[in-house]
């Protein structure tokens, strides 16, 4: 652990960032669980991030991509609907926005898949499948 990360691409010793994340049935706690396994995740690619204080953001994320800052929405969907999984902005037809957030990004628990979808995409959509 004697090395440091000098963001610079280059790879270098790697260390194993495992998560078990575990929450009730309400969607409070699940999407923490969500957000904490995205933290492991950017942490594992060495992507620089920040949480913002408390949950009062309009986003849940900020990511330090080089070039910028990037706000980002972290979702989740585990109910499968059909062929397919359903992902919501919110309750009581909230929708993205690009006044919100940069990028949503969604994990697919039960396949453990993640989707990186530019707000340019998902802009005006109360609903993601």
Same mark, same amino acid.
């Given at each position: 652990?004697? %090395?440091?990360? #000098?963001?610079?691409? %280059?790879?270098?010793?790697?260390? =194993?960032?495992?998560?078990?994340?575990? !929450?009730? #049935?309400? $969607?409070?706690?699940?999407?923490?669980?969500?957000?904490? !396994?995205?933290?492991?995740?950017?942490?594992?690619?060495?992507?620089?991030?920040?949480?913002?204080? @408390?949950?009062? %953001?309009? *986003?849940? +994320?900020?990511?330090?991509?080089?070039? @910028? +800052?990037?706000? =980002?929405?972290?979702?989740?969907?585990?109910?499968?609907?059909?062929?397919?999984?359903? =992902?919501?902005?919110?309750?009581? @037809?909230? =929708? +993205? $926005?690009?006044? #919100?957030? #940069?990028?949503?990004?969604?994990?697919?628990?039960?396949?453990?898949?993640? *989707?990186?979808?530019?707000? %340019?995409?998902?802009?005006?959509?109360? $609903?993601?499948?």
């Amino acid at each position: 652990m004697d %090395e440091q990360n #000098d963001n610079s691409g %280059e790879e270098q010793e790697k260390e =194993v960032i495992d998560l078990q994340a575990v !929450a009730d #049935d309400n $969607t409070k706690r699940m999407g923490e669980a969500i957000e904490a !396994a995205f933290l492991a995740k950017v942490c594992r690619l060495r992507i620089p991030v920040c949480k913002p204080w @408390g949950d009062s %953001e309009r *986003y849940d +994320f900020v990511v330090d991509w080089g070039k @910028g +800052f990037w706000s =980002v929405q972290v979702k989740g969907g585990s109910c499968l609907a059909g062929s397919s999984y359903r =992902v919501r902005a919110g309750c009581s @037809g909230k =929708v +993205f $926005t690009k006044e #919100d957030m #940069d990028f949503v990004v969604v994990h697919i628990v039960p396949e453990d898949v993640w *989707y990186v979808v530019p707000i %340019e995409i998902a802009e005006g959509l109360s $609903t993601l499948w």
